[in-house]
């Protein structure tokens, strides 16, 4: 009702018959613009004064099609953190390659995770190469088209200014990773593997990421079968990949011991 309240040629409301999750909304959005620049802005963050001009200015400077900038962190009580970047960080990017964007998107390993970054694409490169988001996925999303931007060829700047506020939702979509998401995002990584060149660094990271995949789907089957109370088929997962049991940390360790102890008191051993 707000947006519709606005004027038609300022704010063009796009209401879907049926929900396909955030990756078919954005794609309503894409196939609906008509600017130069593509933004997305999630319903509950904001953006500053001047943030698209800034971003703008520095993409056009240097003939790119694609730019971030840094992000405020706003936790659900309100508090302001600290920017999710350091400043200094991103100055020291200036620029993000693909090898670098994928590096930073390794679960659970990466020092920064790039995947929280809020892109502008230059929309008529995005049409050429006919870039859009993967309607099958929940989470990753955001992450596939970027990572498939910069596979062919779009240069991304970076801002180091903080230009997006990003409020933490505990129960958002993108803070509750579950098993069933990064097996959608494991067979979204394959189709991409399929369809875009990568240079030797980048495959690396590549490689570097679907290894964390996999022991990220480890984790997250070893906390169901704990859930379920289902003994052995935890302990099966944490024999089939240990490593998954010592990326995620001890408690997962502790507690898997600590069935495994009970199943053989139970067992009579």
């Known amino acids: ?5 606005y004027p038609g040629d300022i704010v063009r409301v796009v209401a879907l018959a049926n929900n396909r999750g955030p990756g078919g ?7 609906a613009a008509r600017g130069r620049w593509i933004a997305v802005l999630d319903s509950d963050d904001a953006v500053f004064p001047g943030r698209l001009a800034a971003m703008i200015a520095r993409a056009e400077s240097a003939d790119a099609q694609i730019a971030v900038d840094n992000l405020q962190v706003v936790r659900e009580d309100g508090v ?5 970047f350091p400043r200094q960080y991103l100055e020291g990017l200036r620029e993000i390659s693909l090898a670098t964007y994928i590096a930073g998107n390794v679960v659970f390993e990466s020092k920064f995770n790039l995947g929280y970054l809020k892109p502008i694409f230059q929309r008529e490169f995005l049409n050429e190469n006919r870039l859009r988001y993967d309607e099958k996925l929940r989470i990753g999303e955001d992450y596939i088209l970027f990572a498939g931007a ?10 180091p200014d903080i230009g ?11 803070r509750v990773l579950e098993l069933h998401h990064v097996e959608a995002m494991r067979r979204a990584d394959a189709v991409f ?12 990271a590549f490689a570097r990421r679907g290894r964390s995949l996999r022991k990220a789907a480890s984790f997250l089957s070893l906390v169901q079968h704990i859930k379920a109370r289902s003994p052995l ?5 944490a024999l089939s990949d240990p490593a998954a049991v010592r990326h995620m940390g001890m408690p997962i360790a502790v507690r ?3 069935m495994a102890a009970q199943f053989a008191v139970g067992a009579g051993r």
Do not use: P, W
């Open 150 to 159: 910069l596979a062919r060829g779009g240069k991304c700047v970076v801002e």
């Open 80 to 84: 302001i953190e600290d920017a999710m």
């Open 164 to 174: 997006y506020a990003y409020h933490i939702r505990s129960g958002s979509i993108s």
């Open 25 to 31: 909304a954005r794609n309503a959005g894409l196939d």
């Open 193 to 204: 593997a399929q369809t875009h060149r990568m240079d030797e660094a980048a495959q690396a």
């Open 256 to 258: 898997l011991r600590r």
């Open 233 to 237: 088929k935890a302990i099966r997962t």
């Open 1 to 5: 009702d707000v947006a519709r309240a």
